[in-house]
């Protein structure tokens, strides 16, 4: 598995107005977790699939145990306590067991994206195939949290304390480093696949692109493109042309792996 953006948090931290001698005279609890599936990426080789035993004192929840192994709640679906099906709000308790499963693939809402500012390629690749995606390379955590929160987009990213925070409902930490890797896993994650509509989304600023006429453009093109291109498509905003060329038949490969 390769290595994800993860500011580990401590295990267990105070918060800032708790009494260290006040939890040093709680008694110590210990819950038993075990995750399931793909949620194994997120935990060192040697947890991975085992009961984990997790150590604590005071009120916990489920989802702060859990995300204090690295597991994000987004990537999160079904939870099971002591066989009983349960949410991540629920307090553990002493002895409790655990089962915690990755969410079921699907699109909840509607897929339009939001990247974090090391995404930029999958951002192009996903604008390929027709996907609203969000993309700036100097966005930081607290504006990428309002955005989604408030255009009720979906957060890609491979910063999993990113994840974590508290607002974000719909999200997915990609894996793979490969840009094309990335797009194959997100397409499988959301299953795209019936939703695919290429080539008619500017790779550039995102906008849907608009047909025009060969005449309205001819001064601007090469004059190759000129001879051999009539169909001509340019993005409203960012006026970025495109047209049928090699770089066309190199994206229509890809879209059809992907498919």
Known sequence: MLGFYHRRPTRLSLNA???????????MNTAYFRFHGRLNDFLPKEQRGQLIAIHFRERQSVKHLAESLGVPHPEVGLVQVNGQEETLGRITENEDRVEIHPIENGCPIEPRFLLDCHLGRLAAHLRMLGFDCLYQNDFGDSIMTEIVIREQRILLTRDRRLLMRKIIQHGYCLRSLDPLEQLTEVVRRFE???????????????????????KIIADQLEPLTKLYFDEFHICPACKQIYWKGSHYDKMVKVVEQIR
């Open 17 to 27: 107005n708790d009494n260290p001698r006040k939890e040093y005279n709680q008694p």
């Open 192 to 214: 795209l696949s019936a939703r695919i509509q290429p080539f008619h989304r500017c790779l550039r600023c995102n906008r849907p692109l608009a047909p025009i006429e060969k």
